[in-house]
């Protein structure tokens, strides 16, 4: 498949399935950390429908402490090797220029960078020197301190929204052809539960932008809060499902380009809905 039909619109939004290799992401860290684990998961993710593998070896939770380079890259090459070598469309979830170009090197065709250049700037010329795609996502500190940061003067949608156009600015300016660029708002990254919502609500706004719009909502806190108990406590992680699959209907019927998922099945279901009902 020639890069650019990556980008071309379906009747549903793409659905990404997640491989995390790491062994404290919040919610399924440490089970696909081997690379046998993490192979057999993604293929698991293709049988249910998966478009494409995002492939990450660094949790982005808040408080996760950094992995060495080495460690990050020891994680996902040997991955993505396999499943790319299966034909599967490969997501690379990495701020790191070094990891970026071995992915890309590997197979990968897409670059998710979490931080939109911002954590390492050279990233930004890793991509424009292949053919991968970029995925820069809305993002303002590393996981230790993200949600210090939750100030937004103009309001977090207008505000969320210029700081993705001056990521644009950064990337073409690095030579990544905008044609080449998907945009992501970034729930729950230096943003409260509420700012989720209103960035869920204010998504036109950024789709206003011109690029396709990539959405991680799967298993957040946000959606924990959301169906706490009487006393407070947010529904287990595992437990988030039914909301998430609300969440991803609405994310079709606001045309995004791609979902970011752990439960590729049930997203695949409920898209299976809404192509049935709207086409
Ligand atoms: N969320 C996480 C990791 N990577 N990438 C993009 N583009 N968008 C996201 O919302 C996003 C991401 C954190 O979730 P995880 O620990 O379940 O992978």
């Known amino acids: 498949m020639p890069v650019t039909d990556l980008l071309t619109p379906l009747t549903r939004p793409r659905v990404m399935g997640i491989v995390n290799v790491t062994p404290d992401s919040f ?11 993490a192979v057999s998961h993604g293929r698991e993710l293709l049988a249910d429908g ?12 808040p408080g996760a402490t950094r992995p060495l380079v080495a460690d990050e ?59 991968a795609y970029y995925a820069a996502m809305h993002w303002r500190a590393h996981g230790a301190t993200m949600q210090q940061f939750t100030d937004y003067p103009a309001g977090v949608v207008e505000t969320v929204r210029a700081e993705l156009e001056s990521r644009v600015e950064a990337a ?21 539960a509420e700012q989720n919502w209103e960035l869920l609500r204010g998504l036109d706004r950024i789709a206003d932008l011109g690029r396709p719009i990539l959405i ?32 991803v209907v609405e994310l079709a019927r606001a045309g995004v ?22 086409g």
Not at 172 to 192: M, Q, Y
């Open 27 to 37: 919610s399924d860290g440490g089970r696909y950390l081997a690379t046998d684990d």
């Open 50 to 61: 998966a478009d494409i593998l995002d492939i990450g070896g660094e949790s982005t939770r």
């Open 73 to 131: 890259l020891a994680r996902v090459v040997p991955v993505i090797e396999e499943l790319a070598a299966l034909g599967a469309v490969i997501s690379v979830d990495t701020m790191r220029s070094e990891v970026a170009g071995a992915a890309i090197r590997a197979g990968a065709r897409i670059v998710n960078d979490v931080s939109g250049g911002l954590a390492d700037p050279r990233i930004l010329r890793v991509v424009a020197d292949s053919e």
């Open 172 to 192: 073409t300016r690095a030579g990544i052809a905008l044609e080449r660029i998907v945009l992501d708002p970034g729930l729950g990254f230096s943003k409260t």
């Open 216 to 247: 991680g909502a799967s298993r957040k806190a946000f959606l924990g809060a959301l169906l706490a108990d009487a006393e407070g406590r947010p529904r287990p992680v595992g437990e988030r499902e039914s909301a998430h699959t609300a969440v």
């Open 257 to 278: 380009w791609c979902t970011r998922v752990h439960d590729v099945r049930a997203t695949r279901d409920a898209f299976a809905v809404t192509e049935r009902m709207y």
